[in-house]
Every structure is written in structure tokens, then in C-alpha cells.
């Protein structure tokens, strides 16, 4: 990280904003890049990753500095790792509440609305907040996407997490967590990270459905993360997920982070479409 550029989540991971930007159409433009070992599918930015770089996007335009309300985003191509990229802000009609785009020469990859407004109040999501106590099943690693900064069994970064797929039945994943605090500034999860961690167990609540259809995978097309409190790094936390349905090719999801008193701090719903087989990009 040099002095010309903006931290994206942890310094330590390697996602950065230029400090430099530039007015565009409306658009408030920023140079971004993500770093190498941040996979998803290989050498593409994992989709939490891909969609929650709109939150700091945002923030980084935003004079207010309230917390992160939630964001909802489409993914319409992949992200590449390790090539300059840029990052797109402007405020909508609605307060505290920015449209956001990643482009790669002139392509729109990514694009979000986030709204910077402080936590949710209520998470409505009983039968996920009750995952927090079924007793906890056993880890599998996968090699489905074996470079997954969140769930691969074999991350290429040094702060790759090895959350494998733990289901307790087919369609519900029940992931125990212990987030170090590298993760997170002043005893919370960066939103980057939430948003991060929350994608992977939708994939995998679906997998058992999306493979029976007779294809390898599912891509995030759509990802909606909303928060309501801000989950604490260093002590035990639990990631469900649950397989909601499917239309064809297109399978909805939800994931939660809850602590072992069933307290929601996150919530996130994604729309995947299935696959014959898992893209991947130049590493």
C-alpha cells in the first residue's frame, strides 16, 4: 500500500482505491485493484469481495461517516485480479444513498446501490437465528473452487480463511468461525469481510441442488448484505446458510452471521445461476 492509495477492507489484503480521483458525467472515478490471491473462481475476485468494494467506494465519498446500512448489488461480469480496474460513486435521490460501479475499460462489472444510514433494527430471519444451536456439523473441504479466499482448501493468501462447507442436511450449512482480529478494526469485522464470508455459504446450500440439475457450480449474479450489528472478531460466531429455491438455472439463497445466542449481525441473499463448468481467469 503506498501513500496514493485507500486501504479497501484490511490493509492486509491487498484490495486498494487510488487517493487521487476524478469528476466524470457525474460520477466520482477512482482507480482500483485487487491483489492476487483473492479468488473466488481462480484468478476472478471472489463475489463478496467483487460486490462489498462498493461499500468503501461509497464511504469514500460520503461526508458523513455513518455505518454501513447494506447494499445491494448485480454482478455482470467477472472481476479480474491484479489489473487496474476503477470504481465509479454518485449519490442517488433517495439520502444516504449512492449508486456505485466497477469498470474495466469502460465495462460495467459491477454495479451496486449502498445506503450509509447506521444498522438495520429487527433482523426478521427466525429460522436462520435458529442454526445457532443445532450441534455443529463436520467440515468438508471442497475442490470445487480450490483457490476461495473464504472457502477453498487451498487459498493462495496468507490470510485465506479455509471456511469449508459444513452442511448439517442438504440445503443448510452451519460453519463454526473464530474471525482473528487482523480482520477488523477496534474489535469488529471490516464490512468487506462480512461481505465476503456471507456469499460462500449460499453456494454451497445450493450446490446439492445445482449439481442434481447436472452442472458444476453456481456464479453470484445478484448479493444483498444487511447489517444490524457489527460482529466481533476473536469470538465464537457461526455462518448458516439455507437454499431457498430454484427457477431453472437461477437459485436464491440466504446467509446469516450469528452468535451462539442466536443475535443476527448480518444478513445476505443471493441470486446464482448455474453452470456446466466453473470460469477462471489468468492468475
Not at 472457502?151 to 462447507?165: I, T
Not at 462480512?194 to 445445482?210: F, R, S
Request: hydrophobic share 45%.
Amino acid at each position: 500500500m503506498t501513500p496514493h492509495e485507500l486501504p479497501v477492507g484490511p490493509p492486509e489484503l491487498g484490495i486498494a482505491l487510488s487517493a487521487g480521483s476524478r469528476i466524470e458525467d457525474g460520477w466520482l472515478v477512482r482507480g482500483l485493484r485487487a491483489a492476487a490471491g483473492l479468488d473466488g473462481p481462480s484468478g476472478i475476485l471472489q463475489g463478496g469481495f467483487a460486490a462489498g468494494v462498493s461499500v468503501a467506494a461509497a464511504r469514500a465519498a460520503d461526508r458523513f461517516g455513518a455505518p454501513v446500512t447494506g447494499f445491494r448489488a448485480r454482478l455482470f461480469a467477472p472481476t479480474p485480479l491484479d489489473l487496474d480496474l476503477e470504481v465509479a460513486v454518485r449519490p442517488t435521490d433517495r439520502v444516504a444513498t449512492y449508486e456505485v460501479q466497477t469498470r474495466q475499460a469502460g465495462q460495467v462489472l459491477v454495479s451496486s446501490e449502498v445506503e450509509l444510514a447506521g444498522h438495520e433494527v429487527g433482523a426478521r430471519a427466525g429460522d436462520l437465528a435458529e442454526l445457532a444451536r443445532v450441534a455443529l456439523p463436520e467440515p468438508r473441504p471442497q475442490e470445487v473452487f480450490p483457490a476461495c479466499w473464504v472457502c477453498g482448501a487451498h487459498p493462495r493468501h496468507p490470510l485465506g480463511l479455509r471456511l469449508h462447507p459444513a452442511p448439517l442436511t442438504p440445503g443448510i450449512e452451519v460453519m463454526a468461525w473464530v474471525a482473528d482480529d487482523v480482520l477488523g478494526e477496534s474489535g469488529t469485522l471490516d464490512p468487506l469481510i462480512v461481505a465476503a464470508v456471507l456469499d460462500c455459504p449460499t453456494q454451497w446450500a445450493a450446490y446439492p441442488t445445482i449439481r442434481s440439475s447436472g452442472n458444476s457450480g453456481g456464479l453470484l449474479g445478484g448479493y444483498e448484505v444487511r447489517w444490524y450489528h457489527d460482529p466481533p472478531v476473536m469470538e465464537p460466531l457461526r455462518v448458516v446458510g439455507r437454499h431457498d429455491g430454484a427457477d431453472g438455472r437461477k437459485h436464491r439463497a440466504r446467509s446469516a452471521i450469528v452468535d451462539e445466542d442466536g443475535v443476527i449481525y448480518a444478513l445476505a441473499s443471493a441470486l446464482m445461476v448455474a453452470v456446466p463448468e466453473i470460469p477462471s481467469l489468468p492468475s
